[in-house]
């Protein structure tokens, strides 16, 4: 008895796997430990989001379920492509990812062989969409574009002088600072210096006291990371150095205010302008926040990738990369972050604005496109 | 000269702090010559209780002074404790097995607790209620924070607690002997295990002070935050004469120092190539560190 018992369970499972319809693979990748892990766990948590949105709201046709399996980046290059070796013996066909630029460009190479799809909510290096790679989308803006945004802001409404940059070295800090600090001359900015300090510190009370010294217009921060932004304007604060603070947005997350507090008050920030009015943005908020929480920085950006490799991959009623493509190419997203069409070389464009922390908030505060306060 | 002033005041803050932790790095080594890895993870779990400790008790209406003093307390005793049990899992069964052994144990169990940590308490780092040591005093350009005088005092307190403990009690006299000759010492009627395992007890404590004081000073606290300082703390041992107690808190200092002035004269980058120098130097030209690793009556 025990036996047939077994026997038709046996039956029953085959059966089901059997009769179910195919299931939407996805992927993501992103640093989910390490430093960057809050930025990363965000991209994942996008991601899922988008997902959950999806199927509440019917599904996709062809498709009787759609998975994500969250990669751990960690940042790196090396496990960035062993992350993307994985996802390609999961066979999936889409990734949301990854983080960091320098694991980006690997990783999308990787993908690009096996003609899988890969849709970046936050590498913003010019790299990225430079290589003539047919997989690869980015729904960020680009690291050129907001070096000319700060210094816009710098010129045309702080009217400023003189600048210190600090950035922590890696190939998105220190290429985002060097191109403001090669911008600044023109702008009739003087640089009174740029210092660099290692990822992962926690004391920066002698670059400080050397920008104390200098005594800048405006001190410019591009660290990889929130949490080591709130140690650093914390620490600058206390010093009583009083300059402008602008930073950019890595370094942007609720994080910082949660860490700095009152000391992020005033600060300003490049980052891409995202309308908190918007149906779009609303539906996203309604799903993402019960569950994880308040979004950082690229929560909306990942979500809205993934959301647009859903609804390409509704459209063309197939995975494969030359139809996604193309449904990709063709329409317009109503996203979370922005609304959005994807050029032929992947981008979306930029369109970062100057945001400010008031009263332990982020707001809207300039536009750099017209130079105008919100 | 204020700039230098200011550098100073920085340099000795850091400093102090390294020397707490390499304290528990030294001590370990002197008396069963371990180098622990797990050790600045006593420092990350000390900084992660004491906030969660400091946010209760604020919650309950405490004032800052209650707050921080019992906060250190119970922190430094949860984190003597938890050192006690690593210690009996992870050390005491490779006790007469090679040191290779338990070098290896030591990395497994470092790897083990920061991840313990990041599981527990999330990838978030965890703001310290920073307005509770907020302020501090002003000489022109130079500022000297109310938390850069708390770890001066917090520190010079528990160096001087350790020194008396070490060089004036009978379970100092015991940790010395023990550190000396294990065998001789049992044959004495010295419970060896007993002050091994006390000796990992008090090194945590203080690394768990120290923790607590990071995370006031910077402002929050995060689980991998005990990588780096540990291997700091582990070069100012070496610096100062790994297993001299002495030693480890000049060690500290010096390579707080020289990372200040390094960053503040040069660049930012380069602090960490010259607190390593400085190490590398000293491993070159006089092995047994600057104040030497075999004065007997002071190792512990």
């Known amino acids: 008895m025990k036996r047939i018992l077994f026997m038709a369970c046996i039956l029953m499972l085959a059966a089901s796997t059997a009769f179910a319809g195919e299931t939407l693979k996805m992927g993501s990748m992103s640093p989910l430990t390490g430093p960057y892990a809050a930025d990363g766990n965000d991209i994942a948590n996008g991601a899922r989001t988008a997902i959950e949105v999806i199927k509440a709201d019917g599904g996709i046709p062809g498709f009787d379920d759609i998975t994500l399996s969250a990669q751990d980046t960690a940042c790196d290059p090396r496990q960035a492509v062993a992350a993307a070796n994985k996802l390609i013996n999961e066979e999936v066909t889409g990734v949301v990812g990854a983080y960091c630029s320098s694991a980006t460009l690997p990783a999308s190479e990787t993908l690009d062989e096996e003609d899988i799809v890969m849709l970046t909510p936050a590498s913003t290096n010019e790299k990225v969409t430079e290589r003539g790679l047919k997989n690869i989308f980015r729904t960020c803006g680009r690291d050129d574009d907001q070096s000319k945004a700060a210094i816009r802001f710098m010129t045309d409404y702080l009217k400023a002088k003189s600048i210190y940059l600090v950035d922590d070295k890696t190939a998105y800090s220190q290429g985002l600072a060097d191109n403001v600090e090669k911008g600044s001359p023109a702008a009739g900015i003087k640089v009174l210096g740029h210092d660099h300090v290692n990822q992962g510190d926690k004391d920066f009370s002698a670059v400080l006291t050397k920008v104390k010294a200098a005594n800048p217009d405006v001190f410019y921060v591009s660290l990889q990371n929130s949490a080591t932004g709130a140690l650093l304007i914390i620490q600058a604060k206390r010093m009583g150095i009083d300059a402008v603070y602008l930073a950019q947005d890595a370094v942007y997350h609720p994080q910082l205010i949660e860490i700095a507090k009152k000391d992020a008050n005033g600060m300003y920030l490049t980052f891409g302008y995202v309308d908190t009015d918007a149906p779009s943005y609303q539906k996203f908020i309604k799903a993402y926040e019960p569950k994880y929480g308040k979004p950082g920085a690229y929560s909306a950006y990942a979500y809205d990738s993934a959301m647009a490799y859903l609804l390409a991959v509704k459209k063309a009623g197939s995975t494969d990369l030359a139809k996604v493509r193309e449904a990709l190419l063709s329409m317009e997203f109503d996203g979370a972050s922005k609304k959005f069409k994807y050029m032929e070389n992947g981008d979306s464009g930029s369109n970062y604005i100057i945001r400010q922390i008031k009263d332990g908030e982020y707001i809207n505060f300039w536009n750099a496109q017209t130079g105008e306060k919100y | ?300």
């Not at chain 2, 527990?120 to 002003?138: C, L, W």
């Not at chain 2, 070069?235 to 107690?245: Q, S, Y």
């Not at chain 2, 390593?276 to 047994?288: E, K």
């Open chain 2, 1 to 300: 000269m204020e700039y230098f002033l200011q550098q100073l005041i920085n340099g000795i803050t850091l400093g102090g702090v390294y020397a707490l932790i390499a304290l528990g790095y030294t001590m370990v080594y002197g008396i069963i010559q371990l180098i622990n890895f797990a050790h600045g993870e006593f420092f990350a779990a000390g900084g992660y209780m004491g906030v969660i400790l400091i946010s209760y008790l604020a919650g309950q209406g405490a004032s800052p002074v209650l707050c921080i003093g019992l906060g250190l307390a119970l922190t430094m005793v949860y984190c003597a404790l938890l050192a006690m049990a690593v210690e009996k899992v992870a050390y005491k069964p490779l006790r007469t097995s090679s040191r290779l052994s338990v070098l290896l144990s030591a990395l497994g169990m470092s790897i083990f607790l920061q991840n313990g940590l990041m599981l527990t308490q999330g990838v978030y780092d965890k703001a310290y209620p920073t307005e509770m040591t907020a302020g501090g005093f002003e000489w022109g350009n130079v500022v000297l924070s109310y938390m850069q005088i708390y770890i001066f005092l917090i520190t010079g307190a528990l160096l001087i607690g350790l020194n008396l403990l070490v060089f004036k009690t009978r379970i100092g006299k015991a940790m010395r002997a023990t550190a000396q000759d294990k065998v001789m010492s049992a044959l004495v009627g010295i419970n060896s295990s007993k002050i091994i395992s006390l000796t990992f007890a008090i090194g945590a404590g203080l690394a768990a002070a120290a923790g607590i004081m990071v995370g006031f000073y910077y402002g929050s606290v995060n689980y991998s935050m005990g990588f780096v300082p540990g291997i700091k703390a582990f070069a100012a041992a070496v610096l100062g004469g790994i297993g001299n107690i002495t030693g480890a808190m000049v060690g500290g200092l010096i390579i707080g120092m020289v990372e200040i002035f390094a960053a503040g004269y040069l660049s930012s980058e380069y602090k960490d190539v010259f607190a390593f120098i400085i190490l590398i130097a000293v491993l070159y030209f006089r092995p047994t560190g600057i104040m030497g690793e075999n004065v007997d009556d002071t190792r512990v």
